[in-house]
């Protein structure tokens, strides 16, 4: 009694990251110390051993939480690739891990950019078991698949790389076609378990958001093409049944990232979307983007992103191109906003457009 008194004060006590925000809480039944056999997915109660770059933990509640040493967390183990910060695996190690995202992932740290701080590290006290004694996962909580139905037109956002303008260009595009009276649906199809993108499609707007982890994922890197593409059909599925006209997906990282490129790749993806919006930094990676997209069948609707706060680099964009450069602004137009969708209607797949 003692002891299962001693794991129901913890658990009520520990921060929850935002990577576990669909899971029952009342699930818990116990605790294994067996940490070094964690999988992708499952959580983990773990102490604050030393703060590092992450100084805050995004909660399930949808809040940054400072975080102090000695802090009770539950995070999820899983992958992460950020060129930006940290690349690591979802290995949890007998006596210490990495906090490799603000949102809730933790794991063994690989690589680190030369300009982020090394990343906080934790001390893993046990990993949650359910009533059967299995490993709580996230993929115990996926959403059940939509009805298989008509879809509404959908337009894929990708970009050169991380902070490219990706997330800003959804959001003002959902602002948009909101201001024009339509029901969008903004949905993150890759990345790290993050309330960032998430915050931004709902204040932006969107009537549904959804992302990789209500398919049951923390991350998905390093996860199996098939895998992701499932989970691609499934957020299709769930926001057709929310009843929105239009979706918009973003794809995380460049399109040179694995997962991204293989998606791009794939026909299950390119057969349910109907343009490519792309994100960029400058000219070049406009200019090569297009040589890698064209490689393999794909161009463009238009191009955003970072490069549009300058006309000459949007000019060079254009001109080595022809691609037409879209700002923020326009993108929040409704005019705007209205006439690009149309050109992603025009180009669905007969058999999945809706009416």
């Known amino acids: 009694?003692?002891?299962?008194?001693?794991?129901?004060?913890?658990?009520?006590?520990?921060?929850?990251?935002?990577?576990?925000?669909?899971?029952?809480?009342?699930?818990?039944?116990?605790?294994?110390?067996?940490?070094?056999?964690?999988?992708?997915?499952?959580?983990?109660?773990?102490?604050?051993?030393?703060?590092?770059?992450?100084?805050?933990?995004?909660?399930?509640?949808?809040?940054?939480?400072?975080?102090?040493?000695?802090?009770?967390?539950?995070?999820?183990?899983?992958?992460?690739?950020?060129?930006?910060?940290?690349?690591?695996?979802?290995?949890?190690?007998?006596?210490?891990?990495?906090?490799?995202?603000?949102?809730?992932?933790?794991?063994?740290?690989?690589?680190?950019?030369?300009?982020?701080?090394?990343?906080?590290?934790?001390?893993?006290?046990?990993?949650?078991?359910?009533?059967?004694?299995?490993?709580?996962?996230?993929s115990h909580y996926a959403a059940a698949p939509g009805a298989d139905g008509a879809m509404p037109p959908t337009l894929a956002v990708a970009g050169a790389s991380m902070n490219a303008g990706k997330t800003t260009a959804v959001a003002s595009l959902t602002n948009g076609l909101r201001r024009a009276g339509h029901r969008i649906a903004t949905l993150k199809i890759t990345g790290t378990a993050a309330f960032g993108d998430f915050n931004s499609y709902l204040d932006a707007g969107a009537h549904f958001v959804a992302d990789f982890v209500d398919a049951g994922m923390v991350s998905t890197y390093r996860q199996p093409i098939a895998r992701i593409e499932a989970a691609f059909d499934l957020l299709l599925g769930l926001a057709t049944d929310a009843g929105c006209d239009v979706i918009l997906t973003e794809f995380a990282d460049g399109i040179l990232q694995q997962e991204t490129a293989a998606l791009m790749r794939s026909e299950a993806v390119r057969s349910r979307i109907g343009g490519i919006l792309f994100a960029a930094p400058d000219a070049l990676s406009v200019a090569g983007a297009c040589r890698t997209l064209d490689a393999i069948g794909l161009e463009p609707l238009a191009v955003t992103g970072l490069l549009t706060q300058s006309p000459l680099a949007s000019a060079e964009a254009t001109a080595a191109t022809g691609l037409s450069v879209w700002t923020r602004d326009a993108l929040r137009d409704p005019a705007c906003a209205t006439a690009l969708m149309a050109r992603v209607a025009d180009a669905m797949p007969r058999r999945d457009i809706a009416a």
């Open 1 to 138: 009694m003692k002891t299962e008194n001693t794991l129901s004060t913890a658990i009520g006590t520990a921060k929850w990251a935002f990577s576990t925000r669909r899971v029952r809480r009342a699930d818990v039944a116990g605790l294994s110390r067996a940490v070094t056999e964690a999988r992708a997915g499952d959580l983990v109660l773990a102490r604050i051993h030393s703060i590092g770059s992450h100084r805050r933990l995004q909660l399930a509640s949808g809040r940054p939480s400072e975080l102090y040493p000695q802090d009770l967390v539950v995070v999820a183990c899983g992958d992460r690739y950020a060129a930006d910060q940290f690349e690591g695996i979802a290995r949890i190690g007998p006596t210490a891990a990495d906090l490799l995202a603000s949102g809730g992932v933790a794991g063994e740290m690989r690589e680190r950019n030369g300009r982020t701080s090394p990343p906080t590290r934790i001390t893993p006290m046990g990993l949650l078991l359910n009533a059967h004694d299995h490993p709580v996962n996230l």
